[in-house]
């Protein structure tokens, strides 16, 4: 129970209705640590549904369905299988999230029962004083998103807590001990207390402060750069033949490119991928489709088994376009398992002409 218990503050908990862990959970949304809804879910490996023989009997992993209008393609966080929700058996259950501003609230107040100085620096790392030693208590969950390198060792008087524990146990050094947020919230704070006293107990001066963030080595540049201020709609790609694509952008001569030139290809037989035989079916139809309209396509079909297939060749195709052109918005408009997918660049089917695309008076 105990371990059920650490994890109801991790992000987008499950709780059974009618269940032990249900009064924990409502006691967690009336102390405003976590918000709480119904939802209705499914479960992997339910014998009742039409996919259990894929199943892992032994996985219980639970998913909430997504709401109306969203792609009920999902992935179980137990052993990752994919669920189709829309033809799964449906349960009812609360679905909890942990709510940062009242979590670090929390945690300072529980300190404060030390009756030693406590303050906060950065956000999410409480500083514990007396005399000339200071002991550091790290809420994960709070500095997960920030440049800071942490030192979480008993030696230098750090102790880590966590709302998502199963999220961070594995980043910490051999022997270190992670405190569950939910259990100090719903047994007792006692485990907190204890550990700062002994970090405060002779131990040195904690070693918790921000640190730059390593410098990434920069993107490479963009084989088709666009002039500042341009946009997908000022890109052209055009088909040119089953292995070869033309683009134009402002500022430009079109180019005829290949899969292996674009990065497209495939490593060891150097054929082109099959995002690039995408790439060239979205020109054949004007920059929108669907995966039915794929297998249809009477020059040049893409046979997918299903939404989900389809949808990953666009993600791959998303990043080669973003790094061929240099820009970070989407090329393409949301999709969805009902929606087509529509290029935000100019899609054709064959070149526009042989005007250079140049500025007036270049």
Not at 63 to 68: E, L, Q
Not at 107 to 121: K, N, Y
Not at 159 to 184: C, H, K, M, N, Y
Request: hydrophobic share 45%.
């Amino acid at each position: 129970m105990q371990l059920e218990i650490a994890g109801l503050l991790a992000r987008g908990a499950i709780v059974d209705p009618g269940t032990a862990l249900t009064t924990f959970a409502e006691r967690l949304v009336a102390d405003g640590v976590a918000r709480g809804s119904a939802r209705s879910f499914v479960r992997c490996a339910n014998p009742a549904d039409f996919d259990y023989v894929d199943a892992d009997p032994a996985c219980a992993g639970r998913v909430a369905v997504p709401g109306d209008g969203m792609d009920d393609w999902v992935w179980c966080p137990g052993c990752e299988r994919r669920l189709e929700t829309s033809r799964k058996q449906r349960f009812d259950a609360i679905v909890l999230e942990p709510d940062a501003h009242a979590l670090r609230a929390r945690i300072g107040q529980m300190l404060q029962a030390l009756g030693t100085p406590v303050r906060e620096h950065p956000e999410g790392v409480f500083r514990v004083e007396s005399g000339d030693t200071e002991a550091a208590v790290v809420l994960m969950d709070a500095c997960d998103s920030l440049p800071i390198r942490f030192s979480l060792t008993a030696e230098q008087g750090a102790i880590a807590v966590a709302a998502d524990r199963g999220r961070f146990s594995w980043q910490l050094p051999p022997d270190t001990p992670l405190l569950s947020v939910a259990e100090l919230v719903l047994l007792s704070p006692e485990p907190l207390l204890a550990a700062t006293r002994a970090a405060l107990a002779g131990k040195p001066r904690a070693i918790v402060v921000p640190v730059a963030a390593p410098n990434a080595p920069p993107p490479p540049a963009a084989r088709f750069p666009v002039p500042p201020g341009a946009g997908w709609q000022d890109v052209t790609i055009y088909y040119v033949d089953g292995a070869t694509v033309g683009i134009a952008v402002p500022g430009a001569r079109p180019v005829h490119a290949s899969a292996i030139e674009l990065g497209m290809a495939k490593e060891t037989s150097l054929m082109p991928s099959r995002r690039f035989a995408l790439l060239l079916h979205l020109c054949r139809h004007r920059g929108r489709t669907d995966w039915k309209t794929a297998g249809r396509a009477e020059e040049e079909p893409i046979a997918f088994d299903n939404f989900a297939a389809f949808r990953m060749q666009i993600t791959p195709l998303r990043r080669d376009l973003q790094r061929l052109f240099g820009l970070t918005t989407d090329p393409f408009a949301p999709i969805g398992r009902s929606k087509p997918v529509i290029a935000a660049f100019r899609a054709l089917r064959e070149a526009p002409g042989e005007a250079a695309y140049l500025p007036r008076g270049g």
